[in-house]
């Protein structure tokens, strides 16, 4: 049995994550922080974390890459989660003859990428502490005229009705999620690794560092900096790209990092997600069948 640990309540777009990776058979462990899904797949209570690095609007997530820095698990994989925020509201609050939604609960990320469809409809915001923690707490509370914005999981989950679909102000809303654990992933074909390395403060350095890469033609998807939390202005470089660790020239290109870098940490080589375009052409053919 697969235990996966995850980060907010049943219905989070993180659960909805371990499903779309390990299938409806795994059991998901909701965790109050990322540092409990550290600390559960650490202690083999859970076997795999799956945590949130980034969103195609908002940027990367912070804290989960300062935590594969702090900690020895590695990168099994990673999800391409499309985020479809929903409105929703316990069943017959939108029935005609009721008082109509005026306010709307969820997450500040969540409210702010609805931010145009609330404002044309005059619903005013109200922050709360998760996406799929409003929804549960709506559930358990009821309040006339309140609905949330969550997850269609989450309706299921705490049995809320689906206003509206899809009222994100951006369609291409991806959440990129790292799926975390012990030991190392077994070799897939299409493989990704991510590393985090820190150069000397000299002139020329990164160019230098960067350079490793270049000249083997090992392709980065990513490269991003982020300040030492122990080093005063001093930074990290986070980076992500095409091959595995064990391939010819990306081995040597981190030999030659090693050469030129303070230090460098192997977050982990895993098998890359489907690509943004194969999603939305397998989403078309999908439309096309029906």
């Not at 997850?151 to 369609?171: F, M, Q």
């Not at 799926?179 to 820190?198: I, M, N, Q």
């Not at 998807?221 to 122990?230: C, F, G, Q």
């Not at 990306?250 to 098998?271: D, E, Q």
């Amino acid at each position: 049995m697969t235990v996966a640990a995850f980060q907010g309540e049943h219905g989070a777009y993180s659960e909805e994550a371990c499903r779309h990776y390990f299938g409806e058979g795994v059991t998901t462990q909701p965790c109050r922080s990322f540092d409990d899904i550290f600390a559960l797949v650490e202690s083999g209570q859970a076997g795999y974390g799956v945590v949130p690095v980034e969103n195609s609007t908002a940027g990367s997530i912070n804290k989960s890459y300062d935590l594969l820095l702090d900690h020895d698990l590695k990168v099994h994989g990673e999800v391409l989660l499309r985020v479809r925020h929903n409105l929703l509201t316990v069943p017959g609050n939108q029935e005609p003859g009721r008082a109509r939604i005026t306010q709307v609960r969820s997450h500040p990320q969540a409210l702010a990428q609805c931010e145009t469809y609330l404002n044309r409809r005059k619903l005013a915001a109200v922050p709360w502490y998760d996406t799929a923690g409003s929804a549960k707490d709506l559930a358990a509370d009821p309040v006339e005229g309140v609905a949330v914005i969550a997850s269609r999981l989450a309706a299921e989950v705490y049995g809320l009705a689906i206003i509206d679909e899809g009222i994100e102000d951006l369609p291409n809303n991806y959440t990129r999620f790292f799926v975390v654990g012990r030991g190392d992933p077994p070799l897939g074909e299409r493989t990704k690794t991510s590393l985090v390395f820190a150069v000397p403060n000299t002139p020329g350095s990164l160019y230098q560092a960067l350079g490793e890469f270049a000249t083997r033609q090992v392709n980065l998807t990513k490269l991003e900096s982020r300040p030492r939390r122990n080093r005063t202005w001093q930074y990290v470089f986070y980076v992500d790209l095409d091959g595995h660790w064990q391939d010819v020239n990306v081995s040597a290109a981190i030999v030659g990092l090693l050469n030129r870098a303070v230090f460098v940490k192997l977050l982990g080589s895993y098998p890359a997600a489907r690509s943004l375009e194969h999603e939305a052409t397998a989403g078309q053919a999908a439309l096309l069948q029906i």
